[in-house]
């Protein structure tokens, strides 16, 4: 804490009634007059500045008391570190292919990186929906999106370089042509995750209609 003065105005007032009777009464009209003028007025504003000195206000030391500054905000989590850390990688993997999809100009690699950032998305909501799939997709985000985003790498990198030549060209057509499979191979993963889900559900639908037939409520089999 240190204090803070606060001055007092009566010595400004002071002053400029000092300079107003001087006006009314006083000559103006050589440089000593002014001369005159402005000493006096300094006598009356130091004069009334030791009568009313104002008072002092404790104040915060802004260094000593300001904020380090705001805390950055912990990630929320979810309570389980599988699934925590499949949003983790879910999030890293979008930024990224964002990222390259922005960078690379080709319109069908980018259609393909749209496709991929539509189905990566859903199998971290599913992950979040169904605990039981979560180490079949971090498998998934182990290996599948660390070799998809490093593909796509060099593609933009050889993409960059604005040269035709054999390798590069030759490259750049392999992954093209490999970012088909790819795109196939994240629609699979996805409907795989719906194996179980799929099958309960069947259970489900045969055991409904059993009873339905025992109770003579349908009229025909599915």
């Known amino acids: 804490m240190r204090k803070r003065k606060n001055r007092s105005v009566v010595p400004v007032y002071a002053m400029a009634a000092a300079w107003m009777i001087y006006c009314c009464f ?27 000195p104002g008072s002092k206000k404790a104040a915060a030391d802004a260094s000593a008391d ?23 990688e879910g999030r890293l993997a979008l930024s990224e292919f964002g990222r390259l999809y ?14 991929l950032i539509d189905v990566t998305d859903k199998i ?14 971090r498998r998934f985000f182990n290996y599948y999106v660390p070799t998809t985003i490093k ?22 057509t392999r992954i093209e042509d490999m970012l088909d499979a790819i795109v196939i191979s994240y ?30 409520l349908k009229d025909k089999q599915f």
């Open 151 to 172: 593909l796509l790498n060099a593609y933009d990198r050889m993409s960059g370089t604005g040269i035709q030549g054999e390798n590069i060209s030759g490259t750049m």
């Open 102 to 115: 922005a960078s690379i100009p080709d319109v069908n690699v980018k259609s393909r990186i749209t496709e």
């Open 66 to 88: 300001a904020p380090a500054g705001r805390p950055r905000a912990e990630p929320q989590t979810t309570g389980d570190p599988e699934l925590d850390a499949v949003i983790t």
């Open 26 to 52: 006083g000559p103006l009209y050589r440089m000593h007059h002014f001369i005159i003028l402005i000493a006096i007025s300094v006598s009356v504003y130091a004069l009334f500045s030791k009568l009313f």
């Open 187 to 216: 629609k699979k993963q996805l409907d795989a995750l719906f194996a179980q889900e799929a099958i309960d559900i069947e259970t489900d639908i045969k055991v409904m209609d059993g009873m339905m037939e025992r109770e003579g």
């Open 124 to 137: 971290v909501k599913d992950g979040k929906d169904d605990r039981s799939d979560l180490p079949r997709i």
